[in-house]
């Protein structure tokens, strides 16, 4: 997962993610709650693109109006088959990591397939022991 | 890996490529040439992420003046392994997948992804054919 996830609050206007994501180089931002700065919701790159669709004023628009909420997440003990399956079966390409009520980072799926050349060395191996039993 | 790509000539504007994402939910598009139609370039959503925060006139802007290129491609029969490693290297999300020229698909890190469920069931088979040996 990447640990380095973006927050926002609710009042934050569609141009200033757009610039956020743009100066970082990310797709998307978990949006926390201005009190108690819990996660309630998620922007991502997909969302700004709908409101750019429907010639939004990006100056103006708050992502309260528009994320994705309530918030699919996963914590970080499952196993990134579990992950991936959830991703895939909810049509998800972020997934923010939370332990205990604490947002600890996001699984994407550049990061999964980041993870992918090891599991072929794992399978490799696997077949390796195999051979040699 | 998808086989419906879209593809849009160099003259398409950034905004017309915006409304093509948001109403077909994709996060990429090729660019072909207006003459022979081979692929020559691709626009992402970060790609008009970089426009929105420049403020630049969606409107106006030509994908040819910010679109990536030249492309980087794969062919059909590379493994999922090789295109994994070349998207991390390259830190790529989306591959078009070309033979002998012509356009056939574009691999994500979505359709990596949704793969990844059943290299569990790979590996599984393999430790029950090594217990079982």
Not at 10 to 23: D, I, K, N, Y
């Amino acid at each position: 997962m990447t640990r380095s996830v973006r927050t926002i609050t609710p009042e934050t206007t569609g141009g200033t993610v757009a610039r956020l994501f743009a100066e970082h180089n990310i797709g998307s931002a978990v949006v926390v709650s201005s009190e108690v700065g819990n996660p309630i919701g998620i922007v991502t790159q997909s969302d700004i693109m709908q409101q750019v669709a429907a010639k939004a004023d990006l100056n103006t628009v708050r992502v309260d109006s528009f994320m994705s909420t309530p918030l699919i997440t996963i914590t970080s003990t499952e196993d990134i088959y579990t992950a991936a399956t959830l991703m895939k079966d909810r049509s998800l390409r972020r997934l923010p990591v939370i332990d205990e009520g604490n947002l600890i980072g996001i699984l994407t799926t550049s990061d999964l397939t980041d993870y992918l050349p090891r599991l072929r060395n794992t399978i490799s191996r696997r077949r390796n022991e195999l051979v040699n039993y």
